[in-house]
Nanobody, 126 residues
């Protein structure tokens, strides 16, 4: 059973940086993709970024691709989301999630991911 635990959220000012962590356990993740999603109050959960564990290829939502960087640590079995130049519209609960991707899939829909962490709050003040 996949377990995911996020950490690193907080309250920052616009323009600041923050790094989120997602500690993964319960599986060998070589055929998984780990993604970050976010959900603001009253809005749907949206895709932010993802990394294929095997090979480490990454992909992003257009809204964050020049500011956020996703990476993974094979030793610590942890995925990071480095967020720079934060904006008030980045305020949301951030979730990490795991998707089984044995082929060349690059999932972006929340329904493609079947294991989720509990979320961590990121608040950006103007």
């Amino acid at each position: 059973q996949v377990q995911l635990v996020e950490s690193g959220g907080g309250l920052v000012q616009a323009g600041d940086s923050l790094r989120l962590s997602c500690a993964a356990s319960g599986r060998t993740f070589s055929r998984y993709t780990i993604g970050w999603f976010r959900q603001a109050p009253g809005k749907e959960r949206e895709f932010v970024a993802a990394v294929r564990w095997s090979g480490g290829s990454t992909y992003y939502a257009d809204s964050v691709k020049d500011r956020f960087t996703i990476s993974r640590d094979n030793i610590k079995i942890t995925v990071y989301l480095q967020m720079n130049s934060l904006k008030p519209e980045d305020t949301a609960v951030y979730y990490c999630a795991a998707a089984w991707t044995p082929g060349w899939e690059r999932p972006r829909a929340a329904t493609d991911f079947n294991s989720w962490g509990q979320g961590t709050q990121v608040s950006v003040s103007s």
